[in-house]
């Protein structure tokens, strides 16, 4: 089974959609973009958001045994996935790469 690196690419926070609808909370989201978590097979990395792992941990699973080329070529690197988390408050995209 291979390694998976995972980078966070980006963090966005909408602040508008937060004070619209959002109950006020003192701690949302640790990621800071550059950080790299390094999964071993498909055990999730030490640290990682519980949540943001739901959303990367299908295509962590099918890297990690050797898929590529998700959604018929539509990563230039085939051994590559960009995922964002499921939180529409404050997203954070997260790029997955195969480890060789």
């Known amino acids: 089974m291979k390694n998976v690196r995972i980078t966070v690419m980006r963090v966005a926070s909408y602040y508008d959609l937060m004070e619209k609808y959002e109950n006020p909370i003192e701690h949302a989201c640790d990621m800071k973009e550059g950080q790299v978590f390094i999964c071993e097979g498909w055990k999730k990395p030490e640290n990682f958001c519980e949540s943001a792992w739901e959303s990367v941990s299908p295509f962590v699973m099918s890297l990690a045994h050797g898929g590529e080329n998700f959604y018929d070529g539509w ?5 590559s996935a960009m ?3 499921n939180d529409g408050f404050r997203p954070v995209s997260f790029l997955l790469e195969t480890m060789e």
């Open 75 to 79: 990563m230039k690197n085939s051994k």
């Open 83 to 85: 995922i964002s988390c």
